[in-house]
């Protein structure tokens, strides 16, 4: 752990690395800036409707459809669509291809991280990109320098790609956008959605009637949305504003503890913006990252292979040495 910076106890609201910093000398291209975005001809009824439609099911329904089995059906396709779909398969996986995997085993995750509601992966991974390479800067979709609330849920409300998408994703993911089945996805995001609530409905009516098929609708689906759709915009917002910092990065990352609770090791969001590939997000021996141990399983069953775990090309070489010592 020689390479970690102790952490700063910067945690108030002080001037951040990038304000400290200065604007970048050179004026790179970042694409749509925020100032751009925000046009009414811009707006994305899609995302609006669909975000607004999860959160009043929410608000009328959620209290009077509580059932146990529904609270834990939730809490199991939070970790599943959350942990396993968005935290594995859509972030270290698609877009910082922090491991290799089979054809399927990618697709399956893909899918899973589809069922969390926050996109195609297409969009998806195209937005955190240009996120990293420009965070907290001009052209950073999500930066809290541009509000609190616009970092964590307000700039899904316009369009990223700012009104040429398929010169946006052909910029930021050219890889992913060559591929028929990722785009076949933009179009199964809705049926796939409508399949799952269907099920729900179908699964409680069976076991418990109506008042159990309502439960797992409001709870397994809508209830489940919301929660990880904050837990992943805690991310965006919480993470790059309250906690501490194991590298000096050039952004503004926090290491935030709550966020890496609720959001399956996320939260570790100045380690990785240290070091995005790296598939493993806790750095330090009590960062756990329960994402980091469904990833060690996958590699432990030979499902998953290449995994970065390391830090540099150096440490990898370092430690394949020591282990090359320790067996002679
Ligand atoms: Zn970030
Ligand atoms: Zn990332």
Redesign the pocket.
């Known amino acids: 752990m020689s390479t970690v910076v102790a952490p700063t106890k910067d945690t108030a609201r002080g001037p951040r690395p990038s304000e400290a910093a200065g604007k970048p000398k050179k004026k790179k291209d970042v694409g749509p800036t925020t100032e751009e975005r925000k046009r009414t001809s811009n707006l994305s009824y899609w995302a609006l409707g669909w975000l607004s439609f999860a959160h009043l099911v929410v608000f009328a329904f959620a209290a009077f459809t509580f059932t146990w089995p529904g609270l834990i059906v939730m809490l199991v396709l939070h970790w599943v669509t959350g942990s396993l779909g968005i935290c594995l398969g859509y ?1 270290r996986m698609l ?2 291809t922090g491991m290799k995997t089979y054809g399927w085993v990618r697709y399956t995750f893909a899918t899973i991280g589809m069922l969390a509601g926050e996109g195609s992966p297409l969009d998806w991974v195209a937005d ?1 990109r240009k ?2 390479a420009c965070s907290d800067q001009e052209g950073d979709p999500h930066t809290p320098n541009d509000g609190g609330l616009w970092s964590h849920m307000s700039w899904l409300a316009y369009h990223t790609h700012n009104g040429d998408r398929k010169a946006y994703l052909q910029r930021w993911v050219p890889d992913l956008y060559k591929e028929r089945g990722m785009r076949w996805m933009d179009i199964l995001f809705l049926p796939a959605h409508i399949a799952v609530g269907a099920i729900l409905f179908a699964v409680g009516y069976w076991t418990g009637g109506t008042p159990l098929a309502c439960s797992l609708l409001v709870w397994g689906m809508f209830v489940r949305l919301v929660l990880v759709l904050h837990a992943t915009w805690l991310v965006n917002s919480a993470s790059h504003m309250f906690g501490y910092r194991n590298y000096e990065t050039t952004d503004d990352s926090r290491n935030n503890p709550l966020v890496a609770i609720v959001a399956y090791g996320e939260g570790w969001h100045n380690n ?1 913006h240290a070091y ?1 590939r790296m598939a493993k997000h806790g750095h330090r021996w009590w960062e756990f990252d329960i994402t980091w141990q469904a990833i060690r399983l996958m590699r432990a069953t030979g499902l998953m292979w290449d995994v970065v775990d390391y830090r540099t090309a150096a440490e990898k070489k370092e430690r394949e040495a020591a282990a090359a010592s320790a067996k002679s």
């Open positions: 972030h877009t910082h955190h996120h990293h990785h995005p």
